[in-house]
């Protein structure tokens, strides 16, 4: 077979342009290829997206709820991009076809891809921005308390959100909108959006307040509307908690606002304050004795205000003992943790009792004291007997 010959019959078929044939050829192959360009522009947009730093590279780079929102942005303006080329592909598919002059469009497709360029831009812009204000604001928070990081986080996040807006008017400005028409309408359906979205428009309100006010900061364990976590980030529509097992929740900033907030790390210290029951029998001042040893001998102990220990209750089956004690508001939940383990092994060691509830049983030769468990015991032996009866 001569191949070299099939390819000049190939040839002269593919490009005779009289033909249905070859039109509807480079038709498809015209839409095909405008699908395959868009993507290939997209990627290329992403790339360059993420050797900006716009996504979140390592840890102080971004938050991750900021980074998930570049991803969404990204997606959108890629779909955008393919749009633009799938439909630039069927103008010069239908044109090829004899259907459509693409003279017509060609204003279109260059106001089109200005419009896009500029929205890109800008958008690229605002992210690079936002960036820079959050870093400011870890510079500047020298404390380490994370008001200006909350601030600055704020802030660069309502950054992104104005550059997004002035893009889009630029890119529409592209269409042959006037600017002053462009910002009247804004206005009017920013009123619509307004009547129509008041509870959105609370939550940023709450944002701003949250910002400013500031009664929890980016990395404060907290409990808002019920949640207990992490502060993750704050936006201007919603907070983000990290919760102990690493779920993430989100909780709009008018939520937060109107609930109670409890913010465990507000203050430098935190007190221990705990009960624990001993035995009637036992000794009360050995006992408290045993708890100040224990307590005091940690390190994470604080010595200023002193260790104190009372009896708080004389309960149906034990005499209740309270104490108090201060630590760092890092070192507060292991603390709590160790101290409750060591003082149950050292009154093991020195025979004191912590009680539990008994039960007593009637029986036909007298009185007998049970513990609970041996009566749910003889419970489960009865039935295990009447089942095998």
Known sequence: ??????????????????????????????????YILGGIVSGILRSIFHRLGGLKKHKDAQPESEASGDNVMLDIVGSMIRVVFVLGGLAVGADIIGVYDITEAQSLGVAATKGLIILIAVWFLGSWLSGRVR?????????????????????????????LAVGLIAALQQFGFPIASLVAVVGAAGLAIALALQDTLKAVAAGVIIAILRPYRIGDFVEIDGELGTVADITPFTTILNTLDNKQVIVTNDAAWAATIENFNANPRRRLDEIIGISYDDDIRKAMAIMERVVTSDPRALKDPPFWVKVNTLNEYS?????????????????????????????????????FPHQVEIAKDGARLVLAREVEDDRKRDTESERGG
């Open 319 to 355: 005499v209740d003992l309270r104490f108090r004690i201060w630590c760092k508001t890092a070192d507060y939940f292991d603390f709590r943790c160790d101290m409750l383990q060591y003082i149950k092994e050292a009154f093991d060691e020195e025979g004191i009792t912590i009680p």
């Open 1 to 34: 077979m001569d191949w070299q010959a099939e390819f000049e019959r190939f040839r002269e078929w593919a490009f005779n342009m009289d033909s249905a044939g070859p039109r509807a050829m480079w038709a498809l192959l015209a839409v095909l290829g405008s």
């Open 135 to 163: 870093r400011f604001g870890d510079k500047m928070d020298r404390t380490n308390t994370g008001a200006g990081k909350t601030l600055f986080a704020f802030l660069g996040s309502l950054v992104k959100f104005a550059a």
